[in-house]
T-cell receptor, first 109, second 114 residues
Framework: DQQVKQNSPSLSVQEGRISILNCDYTNSMFDYFLWYKKYPAEGPTFLISISSIKDKNEDGRFTVFLNKSAKHLSLHIVPSQPGDSAVYFCLRGDDKIIFGKGTRLHILP | NAGVMQNPRHLVRRRGQEARLRCSPMKGHSHVYWYRQLPEEGLKFMVYLQKENIIDESGMPKERFSAEFPKEGPSILRIQQVVRGDSAAYFC????????????FGNGTRLTVT
């Protein structure tokens, strides 16, 4: 039973616009989440994290929002660039086990 | 500071041979994780090790697969008597503190069994 889920397998966004990737979780005890990005034939790369004492964390073009009442977090990328085309994974911080299939982001020219 | 190093990058083995995959974690990292990615699938956790200890091997097949992380040297994932179904990309990751610290991944070893 996967307790962190990304329900959109893929997303296409025009270059320059905002990309929003979503993640839902079921257990309110989770207090730390991480986002990773993965290109084909490469290992995942850590992007950004958020702890439950915050509702937002920003790093350059990447912002993660945490809505504890809705048990939902989202990753915003703005402006989207061609190099952002990749698969994105949302994980609980205390569980390295479940990566899931992620969300494939396509940035359109 | 070099990243996580995996070698070889590509490995070809015939059915029945042994495959040894190596992972050198980032300097200062004592936690190592192995993942497998089968074609068209996501990353599947295999095993979590600290120096000289296996912490969680719940994702490891019960037979033919073993992993170690000795006091000195790289972590080794060993697959005995490989079969075609073992063909996959194997990724290693390391972290400094284990829980709640980001993982740093290598670029994987692509194993092909012929």
């Amino acid at each position: 039973d996967q307790q962190v889920k990304q329900n959109s397998p893929s997303l296409s966004v025009q270059e320059g616009r905002i990309s929003i990737l979503n993640c839902d979780y079921t257990n309110s005890m989770f207090d730390y989440f991480l986002w990773y990005k993965k290109y084909p034939a490469e290992g995942p790369t850590f992007l950004i994290s958020i702890s439950s004492i915050k509702d937002k964390n920003e790093d350059g073009r990447f912002t993660v929002f945490l809505n504890k009442s809705a048990k939902h977090l989202s990753l915003h990328i703005v402006p989207s660039q061609p190099g952002d085309s990749a698969v994105y994974f949302c994980l609980r911080g205390d569980d390295k086990i479940i990566f899931g299939k992620g969300t494939r982001l396509h940035i359109l020219p | 500071n070099a990243g996580v190093m995996q070698n070889p990058r590509h490995l070809v083995r015939r059915r029945g041979q042994e495959a040894r995959l190596r992972c050198s974690p980032m300097k200062g990292h004592s936690h190592v994780y192995w993942y497998r990615q089968l074609p068209e699938e996501g990353l599947k956790f295999m095993v979590y090790l600290q120096k000289e200890n296996i912490i969680d091997e719940s994702g490891m097949p019960k037979e033919r697969f073993s992993a170690e992380f000795p006091k000195e040297g790289p972590s080794i994932l060993r697959i005995q008597q490989v079969v075609r179904g073992d063909s996959a990309a194997y990724f290693c990751a390391s972290s400094p503190y284990g829980q709640e610290s980001p993982l740093h991944f290598g670029n994987g070893t692509r194993l092909t069994v012929t």
